[in-house]
């Protein structure tokens, strides 16, 4: 009768001192860290013996006492997702024994949003597949501390006052590349920032996480098969992908590069000069766009000094400026006129040939000493 009183009293001081009833099947309880903060995924160490070559589903339990462990959450794996400690059994992850019955690793757990902070317990709980028997493990203590504050938003970002200076769109050899300039007094990061074509092309390169240019500096970043030789644009992206800049260009040339000159005009240089100030020689070939501008000109102002040339070499005697009561005329008014005259006289040529053909009007004979046919001799 002694012995009985004996291990009562044991069993009572293990209930008094756990608050559950301790059996055989008891698992060993989990290793974990002593202090979590709520919401935060930490790491639980765990191992067992049971049935040899047995599949096990297995959860982890966190609450305040060993009737209310409902505030843990388990991790699973395979499909990347957060299991409540109310969630169907057959959705937890399992574990499986060897052959000896032996199982040891490590499981993912965390708190729920509700969990009480301070002082609570965390166990875990198995269940054999297929079947409805928990098998509980002993539990340790987890002191839990509010959860971390998320990081203030990030202030706005400045404006950054850079601008494209210089390209190679059609390099003779390695690869294509950007030279962007700072003109500012201050350092400028464009980490997060890309270059790209058309919006319609390629995805855009990225600068990288840290891209800086020094104050009144170049830098020049390089990529691959982007541009177009046939004619393409050359973004440059902020990193919300709105537009710094955008230049578009015609045609290319290879070894020629696009740079701006001292006003900030796009030219083509074959001197290129990445990462030092841009080199643009007298006469260097123009961007497609100046180019065809400076061509129009070029064209209109031959066109009006051929006029001028050929309304002078007219018959038409130009008006002095000096005779009073006549107005200035500029010489270039005249050639309407005449050609106008010219082409009068050269229809009525033509018409009056073809009467005097048809028969319409019959060509005029004379004879020396006769008076033309027709006629009446003079009295």
């Known amino acids: 009768m002694s012995k009985l009183f004996t291990a009562l009293a044991i069993l009572s001081l293990l209930f008094l001192s ?10 060993p ?12 995924a930490f790491d639980v160490s765990f191992s067992f013996s049971l049935e040899p070559n047995t599949t096990y ?33 057959t959705l937890f992850p399992t574990v499986t024994t060897d052959g000896s019955g032996f199982w040891s690793g490590v499981i993912k757990a965390k708190t729920s949003s509700t969990v009480e902070l301070g002082e609570n317990l965390l166990g875990i709980t198995l269940r054999k597949l297929n079947t409805t028997t928990n098998i509980e493990s002993l539990t340790t203590t987890l002191n ?42 201050t350092q ?13 092309g390629s995805a855009p390169a990225s600068l990288g996480k840290d891209f800086i240019i020094e104050p009144k500096a170049f830098a020049v970043f390089y990529f691959s098969s982007r541009l177009n030789n046939s004619g393409d644009s050359l973004r440059l992206l902020r990193t919300d992908n709105s537009e710094e800049e955008v230049i578009e260009f015609g045609k290319t040339s290879e070894g020629v590069a696009f740079a701006k000159d001292s006003k900030g005009v796009w030219q083509q240089t074959s001197t290129p000069t990445p990462g030092t100030p841009n080199k643009i020689s007298s006469g260097e ?49 005249f050639l309407p006129v ?27 004979s004379f004879r020396k000493g006769k008076a033309p046919e027709g006629n009446p001799p003079n009295a």
């Open 18 to 27: 756990t608050g559950r009833l301790v059996f055989a099947q008891d698992l």
């Open 29 to 40: 309880a989990p290793t974990a860290p002593t202090s979590v903060a709520a919401t935060v």
């Open 57 to 89: 589903h297995i959860k982890a339990r966190i609450g305040k006492t060993e009737s209310s462990l409902t505030k843990g959450q388990t991790y699973k794996s395979s499909d990347d997702s957060w299991l409540s400690s109310g969630s169907a059994w």
């Open 144 to 185: 839990i501390t509010s959860a971390p504050k998320p990081p203030p938003n990030p202030p706005p970002t400045s404006k950054v006052d850079v601008s494209l200076s210089e390209f190679m769109p059609n390099p003779k050899d390695g690869d294509e590349w950007v030279e962007i300039y700072n003109p500012t007094t």
């Open 188 to 200: 400028a990061n464009l980490g997060g920032w890309k270059v790209d074509d058309g919006p319609a």
């Open 285 to 333: 070939v123009l961007s497609e766009q100046n180019k065809k501008e400076e061509e129009s000109e070029s064209l209109e102002t031959s066109l009006f000094k051929e006029l001028i040339a050929t309304a002078s070499s007219g018959s038409q005697k130009p008006i002095s400026t000096q005779q009073p009561g006549i107005p200035k005329v500029a010489s270039s008014v």
């Open 338 to 364: 005449i050609l106008v005259g010219l082409g009068i006289i050269l229809v009525l040529f033509a018409l009056l040939t073809y009467l005097i053909k048809a028969g319409i009007i019959k060509k005029p």
